[in-house]
């Protein structure tokens, strides 16, 4: 399946050091959102979409069977790099695919 410009990519991949990285700075905002505090924010998989930056959509295991999915904007460089918590989807399971939200 090619990937289309602008599409979020079609295979999750294994969340990294980076992905990782990117859930541990967003975690306060996603806890404000959320109305609750998670002991476990243990990023598991990931798509990307490219815009004026790229979107990550991210599966975040919170404990238990539990997990939640970001999605988290990273700027362009130009426009500072930052990171913006775009959405949270709460009450999710390790077998629901990651999708855009």
Not at 3 to 11: A, D, L
Not at 16 to 41: L, M, R, S, W
Not at 51 to 66: C, E, L, P, R, S
């Amino acid at each position: 399946m090619e990937r289309k410009c602008g599409g979020i990519s079609p295979e999750a991949k294994g969340a990294d050091e980076n992905v990782q990285q990117i859930c541990d700075e967003v975690k306060p905002h996603v806890e404000q959102k959320a109305g609750k505090t998670y002991d476990v924010f243990t990023a598991k998989s990931y798509k990307t979409q490219i815009v004026a930056g790229t979107n990550y959509f991210i599966k975040v295991h919170i404990g238990g069977d539990d997990h939640i999915h970001l999605r988290v904007w990273k700027k362009l460089p130009c426009y500072g790099g930052d990171l913006e918590l775009s959405n949270i989807q709460v009450s999710k399971s390790t077998h629901d695919p990651i999708e855009y939200f």
